[in-house]
T-cell receptor, first 115, second 110 residues
């Protein structure tokens, strides 16, 4: 149990375009989902906390208008990177917390390459 | 915010050797988590520690919650090739949020 999926697993896009990444909890309901970014050889950095039915909470230094987060249901959160630029190229990982737990279950990640 | 310092940053060992890594913090944590990340994948929880002094095993992995609540250790015995990856410690930071250490990259020579 406690499986989290992400789609797509990797995406290549042109500079200036927008990219949407989906995070789904497959076998549990997640009231809270987190979005992380990981640059090569670095640790996971929290970008934002996504709560179902409410606005996301962004970490300091993360532009909310650039990284749009929607948590429309208890099993789905989406991260849209708007007007992507090469410096946005990174590994984006989501995690989900079940309503009855505090354990974060991580997705497999989405590798974004902006040309 | 709270920071976690992991050491060593990388390890190069021979298959069969034991591995030891640690994580320290300047502030107290009530929970310590150890994750492993394989290349191109998300982290997977290995061991969770909830009590100071607690020693918990998961197969060949053993982790300890330091008595001061400011450190934790992860040991891997008799390493095998599939142990290769990056090991992260993590602790809670606010409501359900986690802060991660910098990671220890483990490489195993067959």
């Amino acid at each position: 149990g406690a499986v989290v999926s992400q789609h797509p697993s990797r995406v290549i896009c042109k500079s200036g375009t927008s990219v949407k990444i989906e995070c789904r909890s497959l076998d549990f309901q997640a009231t809270t989902m987190f979005w992380y970014r990981q640059f090569p050889k670095q640790s996971l950095m929290l970008m934002a906390t996504s709560n179902e039915g409410s606005k996301a909470t962004y970490e300091q230094g993360v532009e909310k208008d650039k990284f749009l987060i929607n948590h429309a249901s208890l099993t789905l959160s989406t991260l849209t990177v708007t007007s992507a630029h090469p410096e946005d190229s990174s590994f984006y990982i989501c995690s989900a917390v079940a309503a009855s737990s505090e354990t974060q279950y991580f997705g497999p990640g989405t590798r974004l390459l902006v040309l | 915010g709270q920071q976690l310092n992991q050491s060593p940053q990388s390890m190069f060992i021979q298959e069969g050797e034991d591995v030891s890594m640690n994580c320290t913090s300047s502030s107290i944590f009530n929970t310590w988590l150890w994750y492993k990340q394989d290349p191109g994948e998300g982290p997977v929880l290995l061991i969770a520690l909830y009590k100071a002094g607690e020693l918990t095993s998961n197969g060949r992995l053993t982790a300890q919650f330091g008595i001061t609540r400011k450190d934790s250790f992860l040991n891997i015995s008799a390493s095998i090739p599939s142990d290769v990856g990056i090991y992260f410690c993590a602790g809670p930071q606010g409501a359900q949020k986690l802060v991660f250490g910098q990671g220890t990259r483990l490489t195993i020579n067959p």
